[in-house]
């Protein structure tokens, strides 16, 4: 077997800690959501069992309301701030009290699509669970019906301090009675590569919002200090939308079809409000204001993976698309190297994550744009294999940063390997 495939086996092994798996030890000691869901996707090609057992525990931490959080705390761990006892979700398991890009219900349709009954059988048990977390977004972060989703935070984007959220950050107000912190992340990495202190003041503060209306998500809607539109969160609910929708089609599901088709066609529309004239592009926008970020990213790419917007706004994003690509030794970088924000190695401002890649390639590829695909498909695999399971990359150098021996990075590198156990233990 390839040893860096057998490396990234290894490396989702040793971050396993029964019956879930830690993003990386140290750093990030606790259960991720959208991490977990990539995380399924590798731990698939080797192990079933286990890769539903992630979903599953996953789905254990899933709120009343539906919500599945973005944490969730197994145990406590002085390692980590914020920890449980800063988010007081006051529910059991302990978790923090924002979501995170679903992916899902991509994942379980992958999962299904390529599986056996066996799979099919799994998903079943979690149909309504899906539907509810998808209910949640619908209702929770789009009262007001404009089939637009809201962050509420930049924690719940995933990205956590790309410039699309200086915009909005610049509102929140750090509140006189925030209690004093001391974090954590930059004990175990570079404080060069990860937010600054005035963005986490700002995080904090927005927490400390949440806490204060008991994460009331009508009341935070309304009047939190943040409220962001994020492509990535919208075009990877869509695209899940639309996976949910193959699988309830695949189980015979019937009852839930009319639901489904009216969160998609909501979504479609809602999109185009993403739309920036002046930049050409698919851009964060805030809520509040209607002001538009003007950076692409690498989440604008992912219009294709949500297959949105009409044939002069594709050739638009695949213009931009080449012109980054040409300026990066390394797709897909996290912000336009042309724009004056850009940064190579600090956190969500200019590195390459492998799974912003796996969703635009296959997006790209799905819509028809087969070279930029395979651009990013080889991009991604070089990395892994010069600079190893690291968290992100350096976009023009491909070292390695941030943690190491990071889950979804080792699961997306045996996906985008279609890695088949079973045929390389015949092999060997
Ligand atoms: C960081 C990332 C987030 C990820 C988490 C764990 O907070 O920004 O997207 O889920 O780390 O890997």
Not at 152 to 174: A, Q, S, Y
Not at 307 to 333: S, W
């Amino acid at each position: 077997m390839n040893k860096m495939i057998e490396e990234a086996i290894n490396v989702l092994k040793e971050n396993d800690r029964g019956g879930y798996t830690v993003p990386t030890s140290r750093l990030y000691p606790f259960q991720w959501n959208w991490d977990s869901g990539f995380t399924a996707l590798g731990l698939w090609r080797f192990n079933k069992w286990r890769a539903w057992l992630e979903i599953i525990s996953l789905l254990d931490a899933q709120w009343e309301n539906g919500m599945i959080p973005h944490i969730v705390f197994r145990q406590n761990d002085p390692d980590y701030y914020p920890g449980p006892d800063i988010w007081n979700s006051n529910n059991e398991p302990p978790s923090s009290c924002l979501s995170q890009p679903p992916v899902l219900s991509s994942v379980v349709w992958q999962m299904v699509d390529k599986g056996t009954p066996y799979d099919a059988r799994k998903a079943k048990e979690i149909f309504s669970r899906l539907m509810a977390s998808h209910r949640w977004f619908m209702d929770s972060r789009d009262p007001v019906n404009k089939g637009v989703i809201a962050a509420i935070h930049p924690w719940e984007t995933g990205r956590d301090n790309c410039p699309d959220w200086d915009m909005g950050l610049k509102n929140v107000e750090v509140p006189k009675e925030l209690e004093s912190y001391a974090r954590r992340d930059i004990i175990h990495v570079d404080t060069e590569q990860r937010p600054t202190k005035v963005e986490y003041d700002k995080y904090m503060s927005i927490v400390h919002f949440g806490k204060k209306v008991g994460w009331n998500d009508n009341v935070i809607y309304n009047e939190g200090p943040f409220l962001m539109a994020d492509p990535g969160i919208q075009f990877i609910l869509l695209r899940a939308t639309k996976d949910l929708l193959r699988l309830a089609h695949h189980l015979r599901m019937n009852a839930a079809l009319d639901e489904i088709n009216n969160w998609i066609e909501k979504l479609t529309k809602g999109s185009a409000w993403l739309w920036n004239e002046t930049v050409g592009g698919f851009c964060a926008r805030d809520m509040r204001t209607g002001k538009f970020s003007d950076g692409i990213t690498n989440a604008s790419m992912l219009c294709f993976y949500a297959h949105v917007g009409d044939n002069l706004q594709r050739e638009k994003m695949a213009t931009h698309c080449e012109r980054i690509l040409k300026k990066c030794k390394y797709a897909f970088p996290s912000w336009d190297p042309e724009h004056k924000c850009f940064n190579k190695i600090r956190y969500w401002r200019g590195p390459v994550w492998l799974i912003m890649n796996y969703m635009i390639e296959k997006g790209l590829n799905e819509m028809g744009y087969d070279k930029l695909a395979q651009r990013i498909a080889d991009d991604s695999k070089k990395l892994v294999n010069t600079a190893g399971m690291a968290e992100y990359f350096d976009p023009i150098e491909g070292s390695p940063l941030g943690g190491a021996n990071f889950s979804w990075t080792a699961a997306i590198y045996l996906e985008m390997n279609s890695v088949d156990i079973s045929k390389n233990i015949t092999e060997n």
